[in-house]
């Protein structure tokens, strides 16, 4: 069962990628993040690039790491600038970092 729902997903982020390519009119993928290091993904997305011409850019599965510690990093840095944020803010995915 985890596998065709590993497969579902991989599908779903491959067709959203080839569209996000064709809507955007961009020729290159960058893919990062720990996602990046699935083997079914990386599969996949090399077999959309040869058959749609775009430039897939992965780095080798170690450099593939999680986000996580990024955004971490960036909220230290923040902290330590003084910013503070009150416990009532308002999710905005969009807030810069």
Known sequence: ???SVQ???VDVLVRKSR???VREGLRDLVVCGGVAANR??????????AEDGFNLFIPPPKRCTDNAAMIAA???A????GARAPLDLAVDPGLPL
């Open 1 to 3: 069962m985890a596998a």
């Open 7 to 9: 497969t579902a997903i």
């Open 19 to 21: 569209r996000a390519l």
């Open 40 to 49: 079914g993904l990386r599969r996949a997305l090399a077999a959309a690039a």
């Open 74 to 76: 960036a909220g230290t």
């Open 78 to 81: 923040a902290l330590l600038r």
